[in-house]
């Protein structure tokens, strides 16, 4: 089946930067604990972009993540824009941010990184409690954390956003509420609230199962969720997205919104995730596979996959339900040939029923217990 037209927008570029000065126990990302090829992989980041000169429409964000990417030097920063800027258009008003860890930041890092044009910051906090940020094994402590912040807002940012991380094993709802309450007096722009999960292999999953330590059960995940949503709404913030909380629409990250409505994206950098017209690849999670395949001129694609229309029309569901924008009814239709109001009445009747979800004019949404359960909804939806 033809793939439908679909050009919701610019596209975004991420880079990754796969480093970090220790590991997280908790840690999925891919990166390696030593600096050693850092300035290699610098080196090797303008020749993988050459790699794709004129392949995809200008962009209008760019986010660099990682692994740690405030553990580049400002100056070596400053030759990564310009790369960019020599490989890469961009149009409108573009949206850049970078990821930052507490420790390596204070005023005059972050004076510079304005003045590279990085409007938008995005700060790992993940807690305030330094019990818990040992546990989870960050190499900051909650002063350095305050610290970040006042330095960003002293530097002029408008735009922070700080990760949270809750549904930490033994941790009781007050204390959650205690970080929670913590951020609000910051007063920032955007707040990512992460539920803990643990995929298998993860150091911190093996010492939990061999101490016997239990993650929170599902109902107080589900409170937790719930309690968050409703404090940073009253306090004023947009719940966008599962996991996230903006001061207004225009707060919300321009770059990650990308991922959730199909818009074409490059990732640069090992393991860096790319999408475009049904087609998305991914590089090698290796810094050494990654650079050998640069040093020969060779894009570092491990490998990709063409989505079906059928996968489309599902990650479509499931990616939208996880917003609250939701689903727009009549372009759902048109791009996957599938009217959810015919097609699902049923399911739908029982969902919104039960006040999951609710159908306002030509969109379907979830309603703050349906983003609780926002993939359980998507599944049943297509059962
Ligand atoms: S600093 Fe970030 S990327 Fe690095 S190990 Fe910790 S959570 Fe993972």
Not at 127 to 133: A, E, H, K, T, V
Not at 161 to 190: M, V
Not at 277 to 284: I, Q, V, Y
Request: proline share 5%; aromatic share 10%; with cysteine.
């Amino acid at each position: 089946m033809e793939l439908p037209d679909w050009n919701p927008g610019p596209p975004g570029l991420y880079i990754h930067v796969p480093f970090c000065r220790s590991k997280c126990g908790y840690c999925s990302f891919y990166s390696v604990d030593t600096l050693h090829d850092l300035p290699s992989f610098l080196e090797d980041l303008p020749k993988e972009m050459s790699l794709y000169e004129a392949q995809f429409e200008p962009f209008d964000t760019l986010y660099i993540g990682g692994g740690t990417p405030s553990l580049i030097k400002t100056d070596d920063l400053k030759i990564l824009f310009e790369a960019i800027d020599q490989a890469f258009p961009f149009c409108g008003n573009r949206e850049v941010t970078i990821e930052v860890n507490p420790s390596d930041v204070d005023l005059a890092y972050l004076d510079a990184l304005r003045s590279l044009g990085v409007n938008r910051l995005n700060i790992g906090v993940q807690s305030f409690n330094d019990r818990i940020l040992s546990f989870l094994g960050r190499r900051h402590n909650a002063v350095d954390a305050y610290a970040a912040v006042t330095a960003a807002l002293a530097a002029g940012f408008d735009n922070i956003g700080i990760d949270l991380i809750y549904g930490i094993p033994g941790q009781e709802l007050s204390q959650w509420i205690d970080t929670l309450n913590r951020a609000l007096s910051l007063n920032i722009a955007h707040l990512s609230c992460y539920q803990l999960t643990l995929e298998k292999g993860i150091p911190l999953r093996e010492h939990l199962e061999k101490s016997g330590a239990l993650l929170p059960s599902e109902r107080l995940q589900r409170e937790f969720f719930l309690e968050t949503s409703d404090r940073l709404e009253s306090a004023g913030y947009i719940h966008y997205e599962v996991s996230n909380f903006a001061k207004g629409e225009h707060r919300a990250s321009r770059h990650n919104i990308k991922y959730w409505n199909h818009t074409p994206y490059l990732g640069l950098g090992p393991s860096a995730h790319s999408y475009t017209a049904g087609k998305r690849w991914w590089n090698s999670r290796s810094v050494r596979g990654y650079m050998d395949r640069i040093g020969v001129g060779v894009i570092p694609v491990e490998s990709s996959e063409t989505l079906t229309l059928e996968q489309l029309r599902l990650e479509a569901l499931f990616l939208g339900l996880r917003t609250r924008w939701g689903i727009h009814l009549p372009d759902f239709s048109s791009r996957f040939k599938c009217d959810l109001l015919e097609e699902k009445r049923e399911a739908l009747d029982k969902l919104t029923g039960d006040g999951f979800l609710t159908i306002d004019r030509e969109f379907l949404r979830p309603t703050r217990a349906g983003m609780a359960v926002a993939d359980g909804i998507a599944s049943f939806l297509f059962i």
